[in-house]
């Protein structure tokens, strides 16, 4: 009695926090989804005021519930072609950032992790050290860096036109997208690798290299794949945020760099359809859902296999 007591306790405060904080909002998006958009905006309402009375009662009763439970929004969703080509565009923006913060994150997490003791927390502190300043005025200060009167574009610029083209522009573009959304979220690529990385026990190379293995045959065939879980861990920490990021493409895209993200907010605070943006919303969760739930899948599939051929 008391070890299930000790469990339950344990386990109901996460519990709750993903009932109030995930599921009922969940709900809520998805019971919004089926609803009318309001004449003003938001939702069409469910309840008037009782003349007689005065109070509220609820409208919608099992015999006129079409008239306030709608699929128009899921039919728009399939019938323009837009709304999928900008959340394809998104994953492909949510790729490239995963993909180049594993590129640079992984040398930089292996160095700190080789590094002598009394260096790590110095460079893990250089890592976190932009988590001190406001999320908007690193995204500002990236304006300033790829605006037009920068070195940085002056010399891309210099080198553009010396070879006969016309000048480029870095900013609003969805170059400057990639390179914040990188910028961002290449600490949470660094963190889970490092604190595999220092995990790794440095005798298997050495074995590896007594038996005649090079430096690269060490690192594939050793150092990656006991670093998969903080690959998969980081790129995870990447990936989701990534994909429904809207500060940075609305700041420094433009037009050009827009995403899923930006369209979710455009319909809840500037367009007010609220049904259309959680139909949004519900298909960006959805597709976050799938891509971690195939790719568990692959995960335990390979891990079925090296048991099988152990």
């Known amino acids: 009695m008391q070890e299930r007591l000790g469990k339950w306790l344990l386990s109901w405060p996460p519990l709750a926090y993903l009932v109030v904080f995930f599921l009922l909002p969940s709900l809520i998006m998805m019971f919004a989804a089926f609803r009318y958009p309001g004449d003003y905006g938001g939702l069409m309402p469910l309840t008037s005021e009782d003349p007689a009375t005065g109070k509220l009662v609820l409208d919608i009763t099992l015999d006129n519930w079409r008239d306030y439970l709608t699929l128009e929004s899921f039919v728009r969703l399939v019938d323009e072609p ?3 080509e900008l959340f394809i565009k998104s994953l492909w923006y949510a790729t490239l950032t995963t993909l180049i913060c594993i590129a640079m994150g992984y040398p930089l997490a292996w160095l700190i992790a080789r590094s002598p003791k009394k260096y790590r927390d110095l460079m893990l502190l250089l890592v976190i050290l932009p988590f001190w300043s406001n999320f908007l005025i690193r995204i500002y200060a990236w304006m300033i860096l790829l605006g037009p009167q920068s ?3 002056k010399a891309i610029n210099l080198v553009v036109t010396a070879f006969g083209h016309e000048p480029v522009s870095l900013l609003f573009t969805p170059f400057a997208v990639i390179v914040c959304l990188v910028y961002v ?3 949470f690529m660094v963190l889970p690798l490092y ?4 995990k790794h026990d440095m005798a298997l190379l050495d074995a590896a290299q007594d038996l005649g293995a090079s430096a690269w045959q060490r690192f594939w065939k050793i150092t990656w794949p006991l670093s998969l879980p903080g690959v998969y861990a980081g790129a995870a920490l990447v990936f989701i945020p990534a994909l429904g990021m809207f500060a940075v493409p ?6 050009e760099g827009i995403m899923i993200g930006n369209l979710i907010k455009q319909q809840f605070l500037e367009t007010r359809d609220w049904p259309f943006g959680a139909v949004l ?3 960006l969760t959805g597709g976050v859902l799938l891509m971690a739930g195939l790719a568990a899948a692959v995960g335990r599939g390979k891990q079925k296999a090296k048991q099988k051929h152990g």
């Open 82 to 84: 837009l709304y999928i």
């Open 151 to 153: 070195a940085l574009s």
């Open 185 to 187: 979220h290449l600490p």
């Open 195 to 198: 604190a595999n990385l220092e």
């Open 250 to 255: 609305d700041i420094i895209g433009g037009t």
């Open 281 to 283: 919303s519900i298909m």
